[in-house]
């Protein structure tokens, strides 16, 4: 099994930073991509950025490019989200996932989310 537990949440003004984290344990071996999704209410869930865990290959959702940096540590086991520029449209409740394994066994991690409110 794998948990994901986030951090970093809040309430932030427009044009502020936020960092997240996210604390990865369990079996995480084999891990194919990290990344983190929001969801903002009455929304479904849509993807921010994606990070490849062999390549290093990113990919951001077009609303957060420029704005928002994904990494990760050698050992794969956190996954940090930085937001900068904020604005009231990022208002969402974040979450991490985790893909690890291959052929059937491949599947989807997800943390419990961490709330993001961008309010003056």
């Known amino acids: 099994q794998v948990q994901l537990v986030e951090s970093g949440g809040g309430l932030v003004q427009p044009g502020g930073s936020l960092r997240l984290s996210c604390a990865a344990s369990?079996?995480?071996?084999?891990?194919?991509?990290m990344g983190w999704y929001r969801q903002a209410p009455g929304k479904q869930r849509e993807l921010v950025a994606i990070?490849?865990?062999?390549?290093?290959?990113?990919h951001f959702d077009d609303s957060v490019k420029g704005r928002f940096t994904i990494s990760t540590n050698n050992a794969k086991n956190t996954v940090f989200l930085q937001m900068g520029s904020l604005k009231p449209e990022d208002t969402a409740v974040y979450y991490c996932n985790y893909n690890i394994g291959t052929g059937w066994s491949r599947r989807d991690y997800w943390g419990q989310g961490t709330q993001v409110t961008v309010s003056s």
């Open positions: 369990g079996s995480i071996f084999g891990v194919n991509v």
């Open positions: 990070i490849t865990a062999s390549t290093g290959e990113i």
